[in-house]
């Protein structure tokens, strides 16, 4: 594995503690057709209000990783670790956004940022403070009103948003969340998404399997190899933020590490990359 060293969020991550720990990590699903390996040995490390960006080619495990993070699957072997605990299964502490947003459809943008809270035990008044703070922050309050065939892709991403935000957690772990979106809103959500990280110093973990988005949103990248998943390169983006996709700085990186790894660039990040 190969680690650039440099500064990160203005040199202030890289001074913070590390609060996750992945040690190991290996996960096989085996169904009646075959066995899958997905990942193999994966051990990585991030700082408090730090973005790690995680990419690699389709079905190398990224999701996987995710979801071991977040405590929904469990690993086969090594452990991981956040604050020095022992990840054993879902928390608030650590929520995901995934490709699939799960809003519900009869439910107006802010009942679908209220319905988690209303269901932690919160009072009243402050849940009322955190619908009113992460609405005004995606820019959706005066959308509170709205269903969700209402809204376009966009705000219907920054409602999934919102919503996560509002449960204050550590970890905001996000599964290729613009993957569905057409370009110009996904690049719009990019930048936004890097104001929210911005304002919340929440420690985000991001997956994709585009190259161009991970280096723009990233402060580190970790590239995965080809099933099983592991860690074939680390890079630490040191550039000035907010950043595109097209900023030169961006399109420089991912040009250097597309020319590394063109032996598993597959078809989906082919596409998706016109570098």
Known sequence: MKQDQ???RDGRAT???IVLEVRGLSKRFVSH???VHAVEG???SVRRGEFLTIVGPSGCGKSTILSMIAGFEPPDAGEIMTE???VTGPSPERVMVFQDLGLFPWLTVEGNVRFGLERTGLAPAEIDRRVRTYLDLVHLWENRGSLMHQLSGGMKQRVSLARALAMEPKFLLMDEPFSSLDSHTRERLQGELQELWEKTW???VFVTHGLKE???LGDRVILLSARPGRIQREIRVDLPRPRSV???PVLKIAKELRAGISSWVDPVTRAEESL
């Open 6 to 8: 440099g500064a990160g």
């Open 15 to 17: 001074q913070e503690p």
């Open 33 to 35: 057709e075959a066995e």
């Open 42 to 44: 994966i051990s990585l």
């Open 84 to 86: 020095g605990r022992p």
């Open 202 to 204: 929440c420690t985000f």
């Open 214 to 216: 991970a280096v723009a």
């Open 246 to 248: 097209d900023d030169a």
